[in-house]
Every structure is written in structure tokens, then in C-alpha cells.
């Protein structure tokens, strides 16, 4: 039998649901807080590997529509996060040649937040590297729903017939639609145990492959991406056999 091939298949993008933070720091005996701001410090260490490994576009589940319901205190420093993540980070996004994208309901985050997520996108509008591609203030549903409401508005406005509507033009009314190829992630991380979508990306993750790890985020390394595409890769490699 001729020898396996070694070479893996590096997903074009990766989305990661980036789970226990609070977990992390009760662990440590620490303040949740805590744990999100070691948490933040790993979206760009993974960041700057996932770039390494040439993936295109890494898709990261900063902050759902649901977390507002948290305690006020703790959404504040969340809020907080994304000016010290681009105070901190922005040479190493820079020197790496990384382009900053933020999708979700941006005009209801403080005007600071909103103003900084916006500069980053700015500043790194220019550049061809990896996609970092934060999802803030994002939930699945309510990204369908105003597609839905944009499509219907289109119809009764004349502009478009409802036998026009295919699963191309829902597509073109998300928030990923930007990506352009690679809207669609090839592989979904979730760390520290639980194995549920909790309104990620819905209509994006229908052909993905899945990977769960007890690994809490802040834990989460290089050699656990690695391992994750490798998974990946293996799978890949399962399903093109029986094509
Ligand atoms: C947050 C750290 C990562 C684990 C998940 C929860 C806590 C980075 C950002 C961020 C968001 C937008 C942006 C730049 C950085 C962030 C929140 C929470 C709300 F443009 N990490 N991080 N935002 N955590």
C-alpha cells in the first residue's frame, strides 16, 4: 500500500466560539473579568497563528446579542475590550498584514466601542492578509430576519420578483457577505466543552466541519489550532475518498 500522503488541507476559514473565560478564572479563583482580558490577549495570539498556518479568514464569537442580559459591570469591561485589544494589538494586525472586519449590530454599541471597531477597519482596509473577522454584537437569528425584512423590501419597492429569490440573494443580505469566497467556514472551533451553536452563524455552518474541545479559551494554543485542522484535514481527506 502506498504511503498515506502527510500534506494536510489548511480550511480556507475557521470560526471559533471562544467558551470559558468565566470558567478559566473561577478555576484561578479570579473575577470573570479576568479571564476575558486573558481571553482577549488570545484572540491575537491565535490570530497571528492561524495566519501562519495560511488560513484566509478566522471568524471569532466576541460578544452575542444575548449578552447584554449579563451583569452590567461585566458588559461594561466587555465593552471596554475591543479599545484595549486595538491599543495593544494594532502594529503586531499591522505588521502581520491582517484585515480587520467587525459584522453585527454595530450602532448599538457605545460610541466609543462602535468608533474604534471602525477605525480598525479602517486603518486596515489596505491590507491582504488574513481576515480577522469579529462577530460583536452578533446573533444568527436577528442576521436572517433583517435579511429577510431587506429582501421584502426589495420586492414590494419592484426591485426584485419573489421567483427571483434564490439561496444566493440570502446569502448576499448577511453579514458575510463581504467575504466573498469564503463566506462559508470550513471549520467551527468551540472551546471548554459545550457542543451547541448558540445562534452562530446558522445559515454559514450548514456544510461545516464541527470541533469540540474541554480546552478553556484562554488555554487554547497554537497546538490546539493545529490539532483542530488536522481533525479537520483528516475528515476532509475521509469524504474525498468516497467521491
Ligand atoms: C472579548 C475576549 C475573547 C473571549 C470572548 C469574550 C471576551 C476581543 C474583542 C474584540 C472585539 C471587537 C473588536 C476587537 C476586539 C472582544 C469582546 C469580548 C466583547 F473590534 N476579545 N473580546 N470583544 N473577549
Redesign the pocket.
Known amino acids: 500500500m502506498a504511503a498515506q500522503s502527510d500534506e494536510i488541507t489548511i480550511p480556507k476559514h475557521v470560526a471559533i466560539i471562544?467558551d470559558g473565560?468565566g470558567r478559566w478564572a473561577k478555576a484561578r479563583h479570579l473575577p470573570r473579568v479576568a479571564g476575558?482580558k486573558e481571553?482577549?490577549d488570545?484572540?491575537k495570539r491565535i490570530a497571528i497563528a492561524a495566519s501562519h498556518l495560511g488560513i484566509k479568514v478566522l471568524t471569532?464569537y466576541?460578544?452575542s446579542t444575548e449578552n447584554w442580559r449579563r451583569p452590567t459591570d461585566e458588559v461594561n469591561y466587555?465593552?471596554g475590550?475591543?479599545v484595549r485589544?486595538?491599543n495593544h494589538y494594532m502594529p503586531d494586525l499591522m505588521a502581520e498584514n491582517v484585515r480587520?472586519n467587525?459584522m453585527g449590530y454595530l450602532d448599538e454599541l457605545p460610541a466609543q466601542t462602535r468608533q474604534?471597531?471602525l477605525d480598525?477597519m479602517d486603518q486596515t482596509k489596505n491590507n491582504t492578509g488574513m481576515v480577522l473577522n469579529?462577530a460583536?454584537n452578533y446573533g444568527a437569528r436577528k442576521e436572517i430576519t433583517t435579511a429577510v425584512q431587506q429582501i421584502a423590501s426589495a420586492v414590494a419597492e419592484g426591485q426584485l420578483a419573489v421567483d427571483e429569490i434564490n439561496e444566493k440573494t440570502v446569502a448576499d443580505h448577511l453579514f458575510t457577505a463581504s467575504l466573498g469566497k469564503w463566506q462559508d467556514p470550513d471549520l467551527l472551533i468551540r472551546t471548554s466543552g459545550e457542543e451547541r451553536l448558540s445562534n452562530f452563524l446558522l445559515w454559514q455552518l450548514a456544510y461545516s466541519e464541527f470541533v469540540f474541545t474541554d480546552v478553556h479559551?484562554p488555554d487554547f494554543t497554537s497546538r490546539d489550532l493545529e490539532k483542530a485542522v488536522q481533525t479537520f484535514s483528516h475528515r476532509q481527506r475521509r469524504y474525498g475518498g468516497l467521491k
Do not use: R
Open positions: 471562544m473565560n476575558h481571553g482577549m488570545n484572540v471569532v466576541a460578544f466587555l465593552m475590550l475591543p485589544f486595538f480587520v467587525v474604534v471597531t480598525a469579529f460583536f479559551w
